[in-house]
């Protein structure tokens, strides 16, 4: 039973334009989000969260929304860039701080940007 | 370096071998853990260090999996009697706090 869910495996958008990736979760005790984005034979790397007191959380080209009454998530990438195709995962954390199960990852979408 | 470094960065083995993978955490990172990534899925939670305290192990999916982490800093994942659904990219992290994660490059396991 999956309890973060990435329902889009890929998406494919034209260099310039905006990328939107979604990302559903199951669990109302989750109450911090992140995104990692991860390129082929290197590990994830952290790319930006967001805590649940918030709803919107930006770093440059990057912006997170969060919808808690909906459990989502969305992450903005505009302008999009060649660099940006990866693989980004959506993780989630109880802010409880057990640290016990570390984050729940969704199985990832693949971005492609396409020139 | 500064950075989580694993190894090997690729293992082939034989079905029934038994297998270790060495993890190196960023200097100073009091938690440590293991994730694997198995074709097409996401990041499955497998065992999880803090300081000095007893690792959670609820993620290993067998007793066949273990780990140990010496001095609280490296990190081995031991394997038994590997089998084919093992096969996977089995990824380290190391952490100062609970949230964010710095991931290893991985060690890419097949097992023939």
């Known amino acids: 039973d999956q309890q973060v869910k990435q329902n889009s495996p890929s998406l494919s958008v034209q260099e310039g334009r905006i990328s939107i990736l979604n990302c559903d979760y199951t669990n109302s005790m989750f109450d911090y989000f992140l995104w990692y984005k991860k390129y082929p034979a290197e590990g994830p790397t952290f790319l930006i969260s967001i805590s649940s007191i918030k709803d919107k959380n930006e770093d440059g080209r990057f912006t997170v929304f969060l919808n808690k009454s909906a459990k989502h998530l969305s992450l903005h990438i505009v302008p999009s860039q060649p660099g940006d195709s990866a693989v980004y995962f959506c993780a989630a954390s109880l802010y409880s701080g057990g640290g016990a199960d570390g984050l729940t990852f969704g199985k990832g979408t693949h971005l492609i940007i396409q020139p | 370096g500064a950075g989580v470094s694993q190894s090997p960065s690729n293992k082939v083995t034989e079905k029934g071998k038994d297998v270790e993978l060495r993890c190196d955490p960023i200097?100073?990172?009091?938690?440590l853990y293991w994730y694997r990534q198995s074709l097409g899925q996401g990041l499955e939670f497998l065992i999880y260090f803090q300081g000095n305290s007893a690792p959670d192990k609820s993620g290993l999916p067998s007793d066949r999996f273990s780990a140990e982490r010496t001095g609280g800093s490296v990190s081995t994942l031991t394997i038994q009697r590997t089998q084919q659904e093992d096969s996977a990219v089995y990824l380290c992290?190391?952490?100062?706090?609970?949230?964010?994660?710095?991931f290893g490059s991985g060690t890419q396991l097949s097992v023939l």
């Open positions: 992290a190391s952490s100062s706090d609970y949230e964010k994660l710095f």
């Open positions: 200097s100073g990172h009091t938690a």
